[in-house]
């Protein structure tokens, strides 16, 4: 409970840009005092509008190079001011590969895990997550998922048990690559949850239409999977010299990845992107996406017209 109690502060002062000054651990430099936070409905918590995934990049088995490296990934996530980090029992050693890293950096603070439970996995609900804190080196998740809707209904009613018990804080739903989106939103519509999460990026905006509006209007806070459609987007973007100057003067755009990751977090339904890189310097160019100004409404039309004409 104190770690969670230090946790919620942090954030707090985190959002009121204020960090910095109070000298807290894990060198968290005076540039994270400016990533945006949003609240998270059902609780009113501040959570960093940049996340970080795992998906592919946490997958490296017991390679020690590697997982030195994503050490070193993981460790910049945090020096930014980063918060919550997204695994799953489908991404292979992913979740082992947080445990060893938050093992040799002490457990940072900020840290909002959020882990899924995904029926292919094997074992029950409780099974499955008892594992996952295991291989994190947890004793608590913050947020526990439902991986692709996957017998949701079983696996939500023990999430709700292991809620009410204090084992998580906070549960929800994912669905990806735009499946399901029918059911998805059906059971957002009928059901409490804390959480959504769902694709959204420049070129797939499909739930701006119905899920994104939903969630609003329920009170659930959106995380916004493959922002960058699993490194495609912003691959092809780099190819040019550089963002459109309009983007520039219109909210201190200078890379791609602020132009796509600002985009998606200026949303006013979406609480956090969770982008997932295996290099520092693009963990850095990220977290960088997350600092004030963002878009206004006008300027996101403009944006994905653009994106739209290329």
């Known amino acids: 409970m104190e770690g969670q109690t230090l946790r919620r502060q942090f954030l707090k002062l985190l959002g009121a840009g204020v960090v910095s000054a109070w000298g807290f651990p894990w060198g968290v430099s ?3 005092s400016a990533l ?34 994503r050490t070193q990934v993981l460790k910049a996530f945090f020096a930014s001011g980063g918060g919550l980090v997204d695994s799953s029992p489908m991404y292979g050693s992913a979740p082992d590969t947080l445990g060893f890293a938050l093992k040799q950096l002490g457990m940072p603070k900020t840290l909002f895990s959020a882990e899924k439970v995904w029926s292919p996995a ?12 295991d291989r994190w080196g947890l004793k608590t998740f913050d947020l526990v998922q439902v991986h692709n809707l996957d017998d949701w209904q079983e696996h939500l009613a023990v999430l709700r048990e292991l809620k009410a018990s204090g084992f998580i804080r906070y549960l929800g739903i994912t669905t990806s690559h735009g499946r399901r989106h029918q059911e998805f939103e059906q059971v957002m519509a009928t059901t409490e949850l804390d959480f959504a999460q769902m694709t959204y990026n420049i070129t797939h905006r499909e739930v701006e239409s119905r899920l994104l509006p939903l969630a609003k209007e ?13 490194g495609s987007l912003i691959k092809g ?15 201190g755009c200078r890379t791609w990845a602020d132009f796509l990751l600002k985009f ?10 969770i ?21 206004d409404a006008s300027t996101r039309q403009r944006m994905a017209a653009y994106i739209d004409s290329l």
């Open 30 to 32: 005076a540039h994270s």
């Open 36 to 69: 945006q936070t949003k609240p998270i409905p059902s609780s009113g918590e501040s959570l960093p509008v940049i996340g970080m995934g795992t998906w592919r990049t946490f997958n490296v088995g017991n390679d020690q190079e590697l997982l030195a490296a």
């Open 122 to 133: 094997g074992g029950t609900t409780r099974e499955q997550v008892a594992s996952l804190a």
């Open 218 to 230: 329920k009170g659930v806070a959106v995380i916004a999977n493959r922002p960058y459609d699993g």
């Open 237 to 251: 973007l780099k190819h040019r010299e550089k963002v459109p100057e309009w983007a520039t003067e219109a909210f």
């Open 264 to 273: 998606i977090v200026s949303h006013p339904a979406v609480n956090c992107a």
């Open 275 to 295: 982008p997932a890189t295996s290099r520092v310097e693009h963990m850095n160019e990220n977290m960088a996406a997350g600092a004030a100004p963002l878009p």
